[in-house]
């Protein structure tokens, strides 16, 4: 006897949406999640409408979902990290039209845990390494790499643990092809959880902090940390190496910090508010998503605040130094969980209420 779950009626929320070339061709596709359903869509730059060329059930919870590409390849593999302990690398096969698993990696017990990986994904833009984080504590690093049949392969997890430790955000830093790093969200709770009068609480500060991946020696190491001034809920790579000034974009509440290390100044922004905010002082405002566009020649980024505002950020640049951040208004959608900038000069937003 065979058990089979089948939902008749499967959901309509999207929770993750990610887009590249999953097919091989100079087509992207975008990959959704809709918390236990996989689909891969494409859109029609000429009537602009998306159609769904699969839907796959996974039976997991999708907590984080990332396109990779190898150094050097055409193709983009999706990362997915899942409920079920597990970190799984799929590759679409356009000519079968069905999602083929490359590799699986277990890590830890099944279920939503906060010290099991999964709920954080990271990748090296270079393609050469990949992060995936828990709420607390633990942070595997594995290196990916090619085998004599140019088949992509999976070293054995590199930890980058530290326990007392409540992340928030991990992003992968654009560094050209120097050794990969990733950028972390961070609050060490350890003195304020011994603290009984709750002043160490009232003191404790947010750390922004640098992971480096040793290629050469084969481990983790925490390169850099720094305190941050205000509490932040979100971080966006800048693009790197001969592209960009590299760095991170720091979303605080009320506004937007560049930070990198070295000579670079920290350059603050303020985010843009509607009037009527204005008068109130007490009301902050947060960047719920962001998308990073980037070309040969120019980069930006668009971020939405929780009123669901789209605003256009440029970055002002000096001798590889920035100088500038610019922001300006774009336009109003619904609020969003993700949202996508496609080649073909479309932008798909993937609404928490409302049509996609």
Known sequence: MYLYNLTLQKA????????????????????????????????????????????????????CLLPIRLTGGTKDYIIIGSDSGRVVILEYNSQKNILEKVHQETMG?????????????????KGRAFMIGAVEKQKLVYILNRDSQARLTISSPLEAHKSNTICFSIVGIDVGFENPMFGCLEVDYEEADQDHTGNAYCQTKQLLTFYELDLGLNHVVRKFSEPLDQYANMLISVPGGSEGPSGVLVCCENCIIYKNFGDQLDIKCPIPKRRNDLD???????????????????????????????????????????????????????????MCVLKTGFLFVASEFGNQ
């Open 109 to 125: 017990k099944t279920g939503c845990r906060r010290i099991v990986p999964g709920q954080y994904l990271a990748t090296d833009p």
């Open 12 to 63: 309509t929320a999207i929770q993750l949406a990610i887009h590249g070339n999953f097919s091989g061709t100079k087509q992207q596709e975008i990959v959704i999640s809709r918390g236990k359903i996989i689909e891969v869509l494409r859109h029609d730059p000429n009537t602009g409408k998306v159609y769904t060329l699969l839907s796959e059930e996974v039976f997991a919870i999708v907590r």
């Open 280 to 338: 109130n002082v007490n009301r902050g405002m947060i960047f719920v998503s962001s998308a990073t566009h980037k070309t040969k020649s120019m980069f930006f980024f668009l971020v939405q605040s929780e009123q669901g505002d789209l605003f256009k950020i440029t970055l002002k640049t000096d001798d590889g130094f920035v100088t500038e951040i610019r922001i300006k208004y774009f336009d109003t959608v619904p609020v969003a969980t993700a």
